[in-house]
């Protein structure tokens, strides 16, 4: 059993981030020092007066069900515009379909999320996610530290400070929660705190209040409470990390974008959506599914927007194409029962690099990428250069979550040297054209080809330079003479005289212009393209088969709305191709199950195939 340490909650300042933008991971802890409501009367809730006004306003207007006045003691409204703590922040897909894409393909852990506000100011609000539990546990290790556990899945964690040889009680499972990426399971300095509703007088003292009925407090201080024999750890939901966002980044994204509806509600409807994701072993037959952390809490959103009169809204948005990725999201993310989900180490590309002195090839020596891999002794091979490598063959693709544009990608290595290796992918045809004037006055148009998310570099006067690469792998300008050899791939770089000289042969479809590279950093033995290929992101295309590929891939047009579907199959085809014997033959007898996405008949390569697709279609696509 794995174990790793971890930091409990402390009450200091940190600014907020935004959802689009969680670079800001430099946050260690959340500002709860100063609570609005640490003197208020936990039986005087002016927040109850407040719903009964909304209450009253609906009747003047609807007619109350049965139901509905059954269960005034539990309420949930929006407040429109008003932010404070206590406040439930949900998120909503955005309406615009190429948003949606957008927030599905980079910040998929927030979507249909349901945040409790703990601390609102007019500069940042902060808060925790409330609805993606996780399958892994903590507990405290040895000398008192706090250590997170990642358990085979229903196993159940013992509080060995609770239970005793003489203890009747059965063991609790202290579970983790998902409450944002800051300082999350997966940061260097995770931490995390508790929320309760515990209401004894030991537990007041060493808690804050968020609402009036529930409080937050530190793991250490759960365990306080717990051995006193005021409360099990089942009365507890820990949470590691934090979300936030810039006040101005939130108002932007609610009114422009429509991202988010803000709730207020009693802390009975809050602690019921809490317990709609927990699921006792004891009690497995009646746990509702979003326990199982697969499925990211998605019957919990659907639950509270129908509660506050959204549920169109709710249902109009399900089944789709975000939905499936916050599933795949939550499977490698939050749930530790499967040992074949990759979990790599997210990689680094890098903007701007500096130029040889020859002006030939790119320097990257003193380039230091947040790329944190085992430093070893340094080893490469030199052959690398002219190899070509497609993107992996897994079931679950490396670059389903992130970097879509890799996911069956096709590439080349321009250099592999001691201290990067570059490359271009050849398989990603943009809008853009590129023309080409002749000496006979007429003017030739080459569609200009994607490379990498690497576009410029910085030359001697420090100037921003757009590189452009010209490639061919034709016989006749072989034979001619035109261009440089690229390894033993029999593919040739050329200069843009060349391309001149070629066009006015009438030889076009066998050129190749590509904007951008891509590049590995490396760091030791296991980096650079090698610890790619090792680490099983990218596999070697056979030097037999580079001729059929680019073949294949001549075939691609200009980008567009129509040609779109037909280029992605075009790179389909080349990336099948690409392997030894050719292309891929489906035996309908193969046994091997078919990876499927949680809840849907929908498998993951289809869903990957689908997310490079949207991928292109956002970025590299312009409106015509």
Not at 103 to 123: E, G, Q, W
Not at 206 to 230: H, L, R
Not at 303 to 309: A, F, H, P, Q, R
Not at 338 to 360: F, H, N
Request: proline share 3%.
């Amino acid at each position: 059993m794995n174990a790793f340490v971890v930091q409990a909650w402390s009450p200091n300042y940190v600014p907020g981030l935004s959802r689009h933008n969680n670079e800001a991971a430099a946050l260690t802890a959340m500002h709860l020092s100063k609570l609005a409501l640490d003197d208020c009367n936990v039986e005087d809730d002016w927040r109850d007066f407040r719903a009964q006004l909304v209450r009253s306003e609906k009747r003047d207007t609807t007619t109350n069900s049965k139901d509905e006045e059954q269960d005034e003691d539990h309420w949930a409204y929006e407040t429109g515009d008003f932010v404070e703590r206590g406040s439930i922040v949900i998120s909503v897909p955005s309406s615009c379909s190429f948003l949606d894409d957008v927030d599905s393909l980079n910040s998929i852990c927030y979507r249909k999320s349901i945040v409790l506000v703990l601390d609102a100011s007019p500069n940042f609000i902060q808060g925790i996610v409330l609805n993606r539990p996780t399958n892994i546990g903590v507990k405290e290790g040895s000398d008192g530290i706090m250590q997170f556990v990642q358990p085979g899945h229903g196993e159940i964690f013992e509080n060995e400070m609770f239970l005793g040889e003489d203890s009747n009680s059965s063991p609790h499972r202290w579970k983790i929660w998902f409450g944002g990426e800051v300082n999350g399971v997966y940061s260097d300095s995770p931490q995390v705190m508790c929320l309760h509703s515990v209401m004894s007088d030991m537990a007041k003292s060493i808690s804050d209040v968020v609402i009036p009925g529930i409080s937050i407090t530190s793991f250490s201080g759960a365990q306080k409470i717990v051995q006193a024999g005021e409360a099990n750890p089942s009365d507890f939901w820990i949470f590691c990390g934090i979300c936030g966002w810039e006040t101005n980044t939130f108002y932007r994204e609610m009114h422009e974008e429509g991202l988010w509806h803000i709730v207020s509600a009693d802390s009975g409807t809050i602690l019921e959506e809490l317990n709609m994701v927990r699921c006792e072993e004891e009690a497995a037959e009646n746990c509702d599914i979003d326990a199982e952390p697969m499925n990211a809490g998605l019957h919990t959103w659907e639950m509270l927007m129908e509660k506050i009169g959204r549920s169109d809204e709710a249902h109009d948005s399900s089944d789709e194409f975000g939905d499936l990725m916050l599933h795949e999201w939550a499977t490698g993310a939050l749930s530790f029962a499967l040992a074949d989900v990759p979990r790599g180490v997210m990689k680094e590309t890098i903007t701007q690099v500096g130029l040889d002195g020859d002006g030939s090839f790119l320097d990257l020596a003193n380039y230091d990428p947040a790329y944190d891999m085992t430093i070893q002794s340094e080893s490469r091979d030199p052959t690398m250069v002219g190899t070509m490598i497609r993107g992996s063959s897994a079931q679950r693709s490396p670059y389903l979550l992130y970097d879509q544009g890799f996911h069956k990608s096709l590439i080349l290595i321009l250099r592999d040297g001691d201290d990067h290796s570059e490359g271009v992918i050849l398989n990603h045809v943009t809008t853009s054209m590129v023309s080409f004037d002749l000496e006979n006055g007429k003017s030739v148009d080459l569609n200009l080809r994607y490379g990498g998310p690497t576009l410029t570099y910085v030359d001697e006067d420090g100037n921003n330079i757009v590189p452009i690469f010209y490639l061919h792998l034709n016989q006749a300008l072989r034979e001619a003479g035109i261009g440089v050899p690229i390894g033993n791939s029999g593919i040739y770089k050329l200069t843009k005289k060349e391309v001149v000289k070629s066009l006015m042969s009438g030889i076009s479809g066998d050129i190749f212009v590509i904007q951008g590279f891509s590049v590995w950093n490396k760091r030791g033995e296991h980096s650079g393209v090698i610890g790619e290929i090792e680490n099983d992101f990218f596999e070697v295309v056979p030097r037999s088969q580079i001729k059929t590929v680019w073949n294949i891939l001549s075939e691609q047009k200009a980008l567009s709305a129509d040609s779109l579907d037909y280029n992605m199959m075009k790179g389909r085809q080349a990336w099948a191709v690409a392997k030894e014997g050719g292309a891929e033959v489906i035996n309908d007898d193969d046994e091997e199950e078919v990876a499927k996405v949680f809840g849907s008949d929908v498998d993951v390569q289809s869903l990957a195939d689908e997310a490079a697709r949207r991928w292109v279609n956002v970025n590299l696509r312009v409106e015509e």
